[in-house]
């Protein structure tokens, strides 16, 4: 019998709770043999409320974690900045040290991380966090592209919905491949996704308040994504010397302007797959890449998937009813 | 300010509830304007218990679909064979009267096809209780393909994860593709999937109670997959005559023999693509299809999705941590 307790906090997502319940809480339809038994605990035994205000009634408390072989977070109002309790913090450190398996979903990774215990590791989280997660916690690598790091005895997943690939992920480690994928077939969901978590990433222009002159600059040069860009002619452009420019444009977009210019023209790109039939030549003209090729790579290598394949997902239907 | 009710019963899965918190109880990050205002009720205004056993108070009752302007139905407890509520009933064909908007997850179409509300309408449900509904309600033409059967005024999706794909086709409707996507980039969930529902269902061998003879011959046939397969050879080994044949085999299969036959070579393709690396080619004879080109054909037609991309999903990963 596999024991899996998860953690379920004040303003816990419905939707990842939803996760929890149905992957590990009812066995697959078929299925002989003992399933996981779940045990949902609260961080005190008391009703928890959840993001949308529902009460539930969660009677069992951290102890219920002393049972377990996975102790699971699948998730943490981030958004809230308040501190991870010190109890939970003691129970997760004492679960690893027993060998128990850590599972974190979404902005549970916060809380893993608050327990020190990604220090050193590879991890993931929800991409609108992962900028926040890595200033905050600089000794992580973090690595926003996957769906979800398994780390060996340490596991976390990305937003939202990847909390179904990570879970299949342990499933197919505790009961075989046939059975997570019978799990998936029931689920209506891929056991496997291609392209990690890189391809719902959006990359809006960043907001800079602090340098005035580069901020009118970043906002040139994404009207100007077709012309040849140089640091020699953005320098000369703000009035510094080519090495102070490169110093203030690290400072402030955490990049270099090879960079910062090619995830501007994949984000272009990314629209205009969105919004427009126009073929890849085509787009690859409109956002500055020297050719088709060079735009497939580029994306490939960012966005995660090609071109056509991320268009086929994003494009626009038409909306015959609005 | 659009107006979603959401039925609540005993017994929903979390998941489902899950879907429709997020997508339709949390207004996107950054977007600006009224989102949807969501009135989770349940049939009689009192404490619900979810599949899994949590207890949810729903302080509204049926009452709260009078302004709504969708009402959404996102389960039912199929398995149970509980009859619908006569007040649920009543409710939704007093809300269809009014051109409220329909839409059903999952199971929930058992509830929108008890109240008459699909007679004569093409719509969909779960794969696993496609059969059941199409048998319990013969004048529907159940569709067990699609994640999601949009027929204007009701929308009805596919099983448990089709939740999501249906609920951002709704969003795309009352706000525009952008902000569709922008839903689905949060919720790491493409906002368009290929292949519809067809590519998780599971085909086993029927079992066969009734026909010993026919069941005999069934698993006869299942074995020997690779040689020509005709009816007058089938007859002539049922030591019936082809027409009786015929007859049986629909009454026990609900379908021909050729169909019958074409789908356990595909159930075949499917093991053999998930569990081995074998090439298209071979996995077509092996199989009892004349060449890679008409597996690939009847492959699409019957799973939605090209081979390689079905294997690319659901391979067997290697379990490093087994």
């Known amino acids: 019998m596999k024991r899996i307790a998860a953690i379920v906090m004040h303003g816990i997502s419905e939707f990842n709770l939803g996760v929890v319940c149905e992957v590990f809480g009812v066995p697959p339809k078929g299925f002989d043999g003992p399933w996981y038994e779940l045990a949902l605990c609260s961080i005190d035994g008391a009703s928890v409320r959840t993001q ?19 102790v ?15 109890a939970l913090i003691r129970t997760l450190q004492a679960a690893h040290a027993r060998g128990v398996r850590l599972v974190s979903f979404c902005t549970g ?30 000794q992580i690598a973090v690595d926003p592209q996957a769906l979800y790091v398994d780390g060996g005895q340490i596991m976390t997943g990305a937003g939202t919905a990847a909390a179904i690939d990570l879970a299949l992920h ?35 222009v960043p907001a800079v308040h602090d340098d005035v002159r580069l901020a009118s600059l970043l906002s040139w040069i994404v009207e100007h994504l077709t012309d040849p860009i140089s640091v020699e002619g953005l320098a000369a452009r703000a ?33 205009l797959l969105e919004r427009t039939s ?36 994003f494009r626009h239907s038409s909306s015959p009813n609005r």
Chains 1, 2 share one sequence.
């Open 52 to 70: 949308g205000g529902l009460t539930l009634a969660i009677p069992q408390d951290l102890a219920a974690t002393a049972m377990a072989d996975t």
């Open 72 to 86: 699971l977070v699948p998730d943490w109002p981030a958004d809230t900045r308040q501190a991870v309790p010190e």
């Open 109 to 138: 990774a916060f809380v893993l991380a608050a327990a020190g215990l990604l220090d050193g590791r590879r991890a993931t989280t929800h991409w609108l966090w992962s900028d926040r997660f890595a200033r905050q916690y600089p």
């Open 170 to 204: 342990v499933v197919r480690q505790d009961y075989g491949a046939d059975v997570a994928n019978r799990v998936s077939r029931y689920l209506v969901a891929a056991p496997h996704r291609d392209g990690g978590q890189a391809q719902f990433i959006d990359v809006p």
């Open 239 to 271: 009035a510094v010397s080519p090495r102070t420019f490169l110093r203030r444009f690290r400072a402030v977009t955490g990049t270099t302007p090879y960079q910062w210019v090619l995830r501007q023209r994949i984000a272009r790109a990314q629209q």
């Open 278 to 313: 126009e073929s890849v030549e085509r787009i690859a003209e409109l956002c500055g890449f020297g050719s088709a090729a060079s735009l497939r790579t580029h994306f490939r290598d960012i966005v995660g998937t090609a071109p056509l394949t991320y268009r086929r997902a």
